[in-house]
Nanobody, 127 residues
Framework: QVQLEESGGGSVQAGGSLRLTCAAS????????MAWFRQASGKEREGGAV????????IYAVPVKDRFTISQDNAKITLYLQMNSLKFEDTAMYYC????????????????????WGQGTQVTVSS
């Protein structure tokens, strides 16, 4: 089992930055991918960024590409999301997710493949 806990959310003005952190515990050695998803009020959960834990390969959804950076620490038990140039439309609950199964690239931004989820951290961007 893997446990995930997010932190770092908050309120920021448009154009500002925030850094989210996800602390992983449990059988972390079994994780192949970790990701950040977000869900705005009244909308479906959407993928933001994914990192392959062993190789470090990253994937970004179009709305966050070139503004957000996903990374992990050397011990690979903490995940980060550096969010720059924040926009009002980035307002959402942000979730950390992890999966142990190996998937092809086309599936990695789909929430359904992720088994483990954190409780989320709220990000609010004011315009």
């Amino acid at each position: 089992q893997v446990q995930l806990e997010e932190s770092g959310g908050g309120s920021v003005q448009a154009g500002g930055s925030l850094r989210l952190t996800c602390a992983a515990s449990g059988t972390t050695y079994s994780i192949n991918y970790m990701a950040w998803f977000r869900q705005a009020s009244g909308k479906e959960r959407e993928g933001g960024a994914v990192i392959a834990v062993r190789g470090g390969t990253t994937i970004y959804a179009v709305p966050v590409k070139d503004r957000f950076t996903i990374s992990q620490d050397n011990a690979k038990i903490t995940l980060y999301l550096q969010m720059n140039s924040l926009k009002f439309e980035d307002t959402a609950m942000y979730y950390c997710a992890a999966v142990t199964v190996i998937w092809t690239r086309q599936f990695l931004l789909h929430a359904n493949i992720y088994r483990y989820w954190g409780q989320g951290t709220q990000v609010t961007v004011s315009s």
